[in-house]
């Protein structure tokens, strides 16, 4: 998957403190966001290699670094050129 820029982006992420690539295994890059003060929004975009095995079946993985395991949710944003915002709370229930 890669990072994409979400409309409206307040925040940038960046690497935890401490964060070492050597040590921690993988590159933490800054990761546009909206944070509305409960909950941060990133965007991301499958690449065509991933789309076709989204397609075909494949499931997606969440890879959380850390000790423990926040609340976290998976959603579907808009199809680029129509206005639709989906929320993972409007998504449950």
């Known amino acids: 998957m ?4 979400i409309p409206g982006a307040t925040v940038m992420l960046g690497a ?3 964060w070492d690539p050597r040590v921690d ?3 933490c890059h800054v990761l546009p966001a909206i944070y ?3 909950r941060f ?6 690449t065509p290699d991933e789309v076709a095995a989204i397609f075909a079946g494949a499931p ?5 670094y850390g000790e423990g395991h926040p609340p976290v949710a998976l959603s579907v ?3 680029p050129g129509r206005e ?5 709370a409007a998504e449950e229930g």
């Open 2 to 5: 890669q990072i994409d820029t």
């Open 36 to 38: 509305d003060g409960q």
């Open 84 to 88: 639709r915002r989906t929320t993972p």
């Open 16 to 18: 935890p403190e401490g």
């Open 77 to 79: 944003g808009p199809v």
């Open 60 to 64: 997606i993985h969440l890879h959380v």
């Open 41 to 46: 929004v990133s965007q991301w975009k499958p």
């Open 25 to 27: 295994g993988v590159e």
